[in-house]
């Protein structure tokens, strides 16, 4: 896969010819902005994010990414916001419980960041994300 092999302006070439082709595509957009975070274009990421919600609000992988890309430009409430619209859908989501972890860190919200690592450990007990946010926290 391009996004995975980090060709990303290729990946990123492909999901914009996609929805040139079909505007309505959300999974493309939402495939776009996981790209825009990997090159770290916060707001791009936003953007796409935000299209593909228009077009699916129940996609919990684009509430995701619009949480991370917030959390990426400091904007830990409305990444919390985000990351928790995502694990409504998908409470398995473990990239959502540690970002929102990560936003109760900053916050200084230290109870509900280790329950949100200790959440993310439970859901996947070998993710070293989760496991290193909890050491830190």
Not at 19 to 39: K, L, N, T
Not at 77 to 97: G, N, W, Y
Request: with cysteine; charged share 30%; net charge negative.
């Amino acid at each position: 896969m391009l996004h995975e092999a980090d060709r990303l302006e290729e990946a990123l070439d492909f999901f914009s010819k996609a929805i040139e082709i079909d505007p309505s595509m959300a999974e493309a957009r939402a495939g776009r902005a996981s790209v825009h975070i990997s090159m770290q274009s916060w707001d791009m990421a936003v953007e796409d994010a935000t299209r593909a919600l228009k077009l699916d609000p129940q996609d919990a992988s684009s509430f995701y990414y619009r949480g991370n890309a917030y959390w990426a430009l400091g904007r830990d409430i409305d990444a919390v916001r985000e990351c928790t619209s995502a694990l409504q859908l998908a409470p398995h989501l473990t990239e959502a419980s540690c970002c929102r972890a990560a936003c109760h860190l900053r916050l200084g919200e230290f109870d509900a960041c280790v329950k949100d690592y200790d959440r993310a450990i439970s859901t996947n007990p070998r993710d070293i994300r989760s496991l290193y946010g909890r050491g830190y926290a």
